[in-house]
């Protein structure tokens, strides 16, 4: 079992809608989470970290911790074409090195 | 942007010849990593670095070696090219103080794209 999993997608919203990422890992000792984002061929952009469960806000980006449920969520307001990527999720379990899932790969309909 | 570089950032080489990929950072900062990222793996860790020659292993180092002999480069060598090291590298910074809570933020480089024959 990977220690953070991720749906592959692809995960299809129409503009302008919320688009909704999740992301389950396994290490209860995972204290920090990240999400990145990744368009085809570039490399990942760091877009949101949390630490705490409940819920972090930054513009259109909510995540979202649940350290109970072992449960990591990225919610994207107002989603736009340009939000089309990889979004990938990555655990810090104390280890010095983050464990990340495979990614969700999302598209935005115009 | 952070200040991170990858050289080169395209390679073809053929197998059993040796290749060394350079990490340059210009954020001092402590941490240094080498990811490889290919379809339905995601990203895993080749290497890490803490310090000035203080290295240790990822998940997935045969076949790999690092140095470090500088805060700011990062070198990491595959002493003999398989075919199975044709992957895209990312090599990422951290400020991280013990590794844990908000430190731990990774920002990347362009990555390296290998290609072994």
């Known amino acids: 079992q990977k220690e953070v999993e991720q749906n592959s997608g692809p995960l299809s919203v129409p503009e302008g809608a919320i688009a909704s990422l999740n992301c389950t890992y396994s290490d209860r000792g995972s204290q920090s989470f990240f999400w990145y984002r990744q368009y085809s061929g570039k490399s990942p952009e760091l877009i949101m970290s949390i630490y705490s469960n409940g819920d972090k806000e930054d513009g259109r980006f909510t995540a979202q911790l649940n350290k109970a449920s072992q449960y990591v969520s990225l919610l994207i307001r107002d989603s736009q074409p340009s939000d089309s990527a990889t979004y990938l999720c990555?655990?810090?379990?104390?280890?010095?090195?983050?464990?990340f899932g495979s990614g969700t790969r999302l598209q935005v309909q115009p | 942007d952070a200040g991170i570089t990858q050289s080169p950032r395209h390679k073809v080489t053929e197998t059993g010849t040796p290749v060394t990929l350079r990490c340059h950072q210009t954020?001092?900062?402590?941490?240094m990593y080498w990811y490889r990222q290919d379809p339905g793996h995601g990203l895993r860790l080749i290497h890490y670095?803490?310090?000035?020659?203080?290295?240790d292993k990822g998940e997935v180092s045969d076949g790999y070696s690092v140095s470090r002999s500088k805060t700011e480069d990062f070198l990491l060598t595959l002493e003999s090219a398989t075919s199975s090291q044709t992957s895209v590298y990312f090599c990422?910074?951290?400020?991280?103080?013990?590794?844990?809570?908000?430190?731990?933020?990774?920002?990347f480089g362009p990555g390296t794209r290998l290609t072994v024959l």
């Open positions: 954020e001092n900062h402590r941490y």
């Open positions: 990555a655990g810090d379990t104390g280890r010095r090195a983050l464990t």
């Open positions: 670095s803490y310090g000035v020659k203080d290295t």
């Open positions: 990422a910074i951290s400020a991280g103080t013990s590794g844990r809570g908000p430190y731990n933020e990774q920002f």
